[in-house]
């Protein structure tokens, strides 16, 4: 029991990520129609977003230090970042210390212009050209944004800390009754699920209680019409576009103490994104984030050391398995509306 | 090979043929003229062509065609480890094996199509990459990938009195070997290796061309311009399609097999769906769905992978070293981001230009500017470009 709920919690934290990057997917496919390959970049410039604040955060300036010495009695040259000079001790040390947490307040506008830009300036274009050719530009697009990251950040990945508040485990098992040290539980990664979850409600909340969205889900419904009532469905679109992009940013800022970023992340997780869209069925908000818990808690379940045994290799391969199947058995995905590329 | 084609064809064809093989001296002046770039060449040169009659014809974009390439070059691989060191059975064992694995998930993959197609291959194309990665280490040898060792048994070559791991051979005829000229101060490598792989690039682009002027070809151009109009005249598409799929995932496994040829160990990298990816940017950037169009595509990705990757900022300074310091400095900052390690950048960008502007690729470029040309020196020629 207690291992069935280790590896429900572990599948969780990865299943957010994709359900965050799905949600953004599924987004733009069901208003603009488009299959967006750049997304899993967007995620990857959301986590440079947070190693950049951190960078910059870290700046710092070379003052003489009178009360300490070396040990020839000259006084010491220490590193004072800015913002500890600035703010004090303590509160600029809080500062650099939350600049992960920090990162998503400058993510989201940073996310929603490079969202803008990409939509106006490229997406835009491609609407009435075939499925095939946005995949192609969107991933020329991807591997363009990729090796810019690459220039200015090199190949390696970044490690990018929690705040030390959040850093550890805790004994989740303690908690709801079980023995002491049979579920022990990073705090960060239960952040990041409660984060993901918050955004995920923000996100269904603004279409389903404004009029905004409303607007937009008419528009995902019978763009034409709407169009024809006299509103600017465009630009609602592009919006939503923006939105989606800073959805996938903010899972990246969120998931640098993770997985320190690199370059490549984004396709690693662009990939899996992909099965699960598919799994959820295209176009389908819902679907997209059902499939994506889904596929991150049978992926943890798979790689489990009993399951391992009994059908080798099942861990690397179950996503893969369950989307070849679902796509097979259910043609428009778990929760797909009829109509949406059925094809 | 000739009297069956029609005249345009045939003048191709011949083109084609020369270009190929004198490629070692057309491609010395440009720095390319070396066996290991050459093999590339036309070894991907073929993939893309395979590739080609499944994405260019009938419009099926598949994102997992170098599951094909790493099963080809694992069973070339085993069939050197095996039975005998000479190529052409293994050739033929990983053209075998590479349509089995074709036919089996072709057969799957194709219940569906558009982007749900792309998606389940690229699903198996993944599959095979971590399987081939894990649990098949026996087979593959996992991350040190697949290589010759002093004793594999080599039923068929008889005992080893050098003590060397013995090279790939066709009846003896060893693939390295390499026949070098000096000509006005250049020196031309005619490597055994490259003309192996150039003549069966030859026939591949043969075959490749039959295909598209007969009547299957027509039937698969059918499917690309639609499909649901051909299945209310009653036609069942799938077998052509399976086809299609079989025909091009042998010519990606005939591909792995050269590669293993050329060079003989096998990794599970080349199976990776960037690899799948890389096939699908050399096919649009040539022109899907012409003939010429993919190995010129993937000439040209081949060739700037190997040069512009090598040029670094001391190159790009004895470029400019004629220019003023200051504009010299500025045009080097700029440039150090196109080439060397960031060449990269330089195929996205180049890749989207071309997904943007000429969806036809370099052979659609090619004709555009052919064409005004003609308009503007008035010139009555009847021949056509190619294609």
Known sequence: MDAIILQILNGLDKGSAYALIALGLTLIFGTLGVVNFAHGALFMIGAFCAVTLSKVL???????????????????????PYV?????????????????????????????????????????????????????????????????????YGANPIPTPAPDLFKGSFDFGLMIGFAENTIIYPYWRLIYFVFSALILGLVFAFLQFTTFGMVVRAGMADRETVGLLGINIDRRFTIMFGLAASVAGLAGVMYTPINPPNYHMGMDFLVLSFVVVVVGGMG????????????????SFASMNEVKTLLPGIDQIIIYLVAIVILLTRPRGLMGRAGVMEE | MFNKLDSNDRYMMIFFIIMVLAGPIILAPFGAGYPDLLQRFAIFGLFAIGFNILFGLTGYLSFGHAAFLGVGSYSAVWMFKLLTMNVIPALFLSVAVAGVFALAIGYISLRRSGIYFSILTLAFA????????????????????LQLTLDDPRILDGANATGDIPSTNLFGLTMNSTY???????????NVGFYFCAIILILGFYTALKIFRSPFGLMLRAIKTNQT?????????????????????????????LMAITDPLAGAERMQWTASGEVVLMTILGGAGTLLGPVLGAGFIKYF?????????????????????????????VLHFFVGKGWHLTLGIVFMLVVIFMPGG???????????LRRRFGNADETQAAE
């Not at chain 2, 993944?126 to 990938?145: H, R």
């Not at chain 2, 992978?305 to 900052?333: C, Q, T, Y």
Request: glycine share 10%; with cysteine; hydrophobic share 50%.
């Open chain 2, 229 to 257: 109009r051909l299945n209310y005249t009653g036609l069942n598409s799938r077998p052509y399609t399976l086809a299609a799929f079989v025909i091009s995932g042998m010519y990606a496994g005939m591909a792995g097999g």
């Open chain 1, 284 to 299: 389908s908000l819902g679907g997209a984030v059902l499939a994506g818990f889904l596929l991150g808690v049978l992926e």
């Open chain 2, 126 to 145: 993944q599959m095979s990459y971590n399987l081939a990665y894990s649990v098949l280490t026996p087979i593959t040898n996992g991350e040190t990938g």
């Open chain 1, 58 to 80: 870290n700046l710092y300036s070379i003052v003489i230090d009178p009360t300490k010495t070396d040990f020839l009695g000259n006084p010491l040259k220490v590193k004072i």
């Open chain 1, 84 to 152: 500890v000079s600035w703010f004090g001790e303590s509160a600029g040390m809080a500062i650099i210390n939350w600049s992960v947490p920090l990162a998503i307040i400058c993510a989201i506008p940073v996310m929603m212009l490079v969202g803008f830009a990409m939509e106006r300036g490229l997406i835009k274009h491609f609407y009435k050209r075939p499925h095939a050719d946005q995949i192609l530009v969107t991933f020329g697009l991807a591997i363009v944004m990729q090796e810019i990251i690459k220039a200015f």
């Open chain 2, 305 to 333: 992978e190997n040069i512009f990757s090598k040029i670094n900022d001391n190159v790009l300074h004895a470029w400019f070293s004629f220019m003023p310091e200051s504009i010299e400095n500025l045009l080097v900052g």
């Open chain 2, 180 to 190: 070098k000229a000096e000509l006005l101060g250049m020196t031309f490598q005619f």
């Open chain 2, 362 to 372: 370099l052979v659609e470029g090619g004709n555009r500017i052919y064409k005004s």
